[in-house]
């Protein structure tokens, strides 16, 4: 394979936390500036165009004045309790600030939710805070593979998930179609066996991904490119977009977290994206020239709103309805008999889309709540919290580029749209911390 990974001294990650924290701890007050500002204009993006042009899911407009104000102040409260160090539960608790927290105050003042929603996402946010500053995990003991049979292990299976699609008649399903891939992915899906669900979210969640880490590292530019293709190849084979952004966030937090400004370029570019998303929705509404508004349809509506509203629905019909606790989980053992027929992502689908058929999958908060109301959610935040200590323990040692980095899909995966025993089972949350403690500290150089 060439010259051999290369990568900071143990000691340089840990001197770096100490400088960057003293020069984040003076833009505390620009941090939240900021944060107050990216509030205020999806709140006016929210009133203004999405109730009128997403309404049709269910978004409403009931502003409440005292509500807003009762949100201001949570957000304010909440932003003192902030790391603003590089270790990853730092990282990890801005990305719930902004893209869970934050579009939750929003929903809350602009349809006028219930306290009980936005009480147990302040709590669940305050858990994971809390767990994650004052809970120290320790690093595991654990034998060590060369980071060149990482990588090797890593294309190969890759390619071996693909070759699986391939031999089982998939490629006849091959698409590179934006437009057509919701009328095609369920026959895809169904073209292979069911075994190949878990290996592709594997595949381009993490294997691929950590791959393009490593290539980096090693600096193996043609390997990695080959890489990249394979997840086009996913994308193209499963009809499934996400494989497309996976390996571009990757890079994007692999390279971005070697700034000192990390933070406040993720809340610029939040910002930025709600204002254009708000150009977007106004051309849209005042222009007939066949604009699709497909960039508020994927920032604003899909990424910030969506996750949050589901957890609204969640919360909403699981607080008078019995939960599931966790009997449609694989963990379960099929120990737990179902008080409903349907799983409850189809659940969601049916009683508040009419479509029994559409998987409204939501993040921690939503799912644990169906499965054990508020003790659910408590223990979901937990247990996210003494994963972002535990994440902390190993970026002190290997630096904390390369475990944000591998770490930033499954986490923004496990905060907005899947359910914590299928991150375990399904998303590839193991395999991450597998691969976490095997991998061996490159030579220094």
């Known amino acids: 394979m060439?010259?051999?990974?290369?990568?900071?001294?143990?000691?340089?990650?840990?001197?770096?936390?100490?400088?960057?924290h003293r020069v984040l701890r003076n833009s505390k007050w620009t941090l939240a500036a900021l944060y107050i500002a990216y509030f205020v204009a999806l709140q006016w993006v929210y009133q203004k165009w999405v109730v009128s042009i997403y309404g049709y899911q269910g978004f409403s407009d009931d502003f409440n004045s005292g509500s807003f104000v009762l949100a201001m102040a949570a957000l304010v409260a909440f932003l003192p309790l902030m790391k603003n160090d590089e270790l990853p539960s730092s990282v990890f608790t801005h990305l719930i600030l902004g893209l869970i927290f934050i579009?939750?105050?929003?929903?809350?003042?602009?349809?006028?939710?219930?306290?009980?929603f936005i009480a147990l996402t302040c709590m669940a946010f305050a858990i994971v805070l809390g767990t994650a500053s004052h809970l120290k995990m320790k690093r595991i003991e654990f034998p060590k593979v060369k980071s060149t049979t990482l990588l090797l292990w890593s294309f190969f299976f890759s390619l071996c998930t693909i070759f699986g699609i391939f031999s089982f008649g998939g490629a006849r399903f091959l698409n590179f179609d934006f437009s057509a891939v919701y009328e095609i992915r369920r026959e895809a899906a169904n073209a292979v066996p069911g075994v190949f669900g878990y290996l592709n979210s594997i595949a381009t969640k993490i294997v691929i991904p950590f791959g393009m880490i490593l290539c980096i590292l090693a600096r193996r530019w043609a390997l990695m490119i080959?890489?990249?293709?394979?997840?086009?190849?996913?994308?193209?084979?499963?009809?499934?977009?996400?494989?497309?952004?996976?390996?571009?966030?990757?890079?994007?937090?692999?390279?971005?977290?070697?700034?000192?400004?990390?933070?406040?370029?993720?809340?610029?570019?939040?910002l930025l994206g709600v204002m254009l998303s708000g150009l977007d929705l106004w051309i849209f509404e005042n222009e007939s020239t066949g604009w699709s508004s497909w960039f508020a349809g994927l920032f604003v509506n899909r990424a910030l709103l969506v996750p949050s509203y589901l957890n609204s629905l969640y919360i909403d019909y699981f607080s008078h309805y019995e939960k599931y606790y966790w009997a449609s989980s694989k963990l379960s053992l099929g120990l737990v008999d179902s008080a409903h027929e349907l799983s409850a992502p189809n659940l969601i689908g049916q009683q508040y889309f009419g479509n029994p058929e559409m998987s409204a999958n939501t993040g921690w908060i939503g799912s644990g709540y169906a499965n054990a109301g508020f003790g659910g959610v408590i223990g979901y935040s937990i247990l996210i919290g003494m994963l972002f200590s535990f994440l902390d323990a190993y970026a002190k040692k290997l630096g904390g580029r390369f475990v944000i980095s591998l770490f930033i899909v499954p986490v923004i995966t496990m905060i907005t749209s899947a359910d914590m025993t299928d991150m375990i089972l399904t998303h590839g949350l193991v395999v991450a911390i597998f691969l976490l403690l095997v991998f061996r500290t490159p030579e220094v150089k």
């Open 2 to 20: 060439g010259a051999p990974l290369v990568m900071q001294s143990p000691k340089e990650p840990l001197g770096e936390y100490k400088k960057s």
């Open 103 to 116: 579009p939750s105050l929003v929903l809350y003042s602009g349809q006028n939710l219930g306290g009980e």
């Open 226 to 270: 080959l890489l990249f293709l394979t997840s086009i190849a996913f994308f193209a084979l499963t009809a499934h977009k996400s494989p497309l952004f996976y390996p571009v966030l990757v890079l994007f937090f692999f390279f971005a977290t070697e700034s000192k400004n990390l933070k406040a370029y993720f809340i610029l570019a939040l």
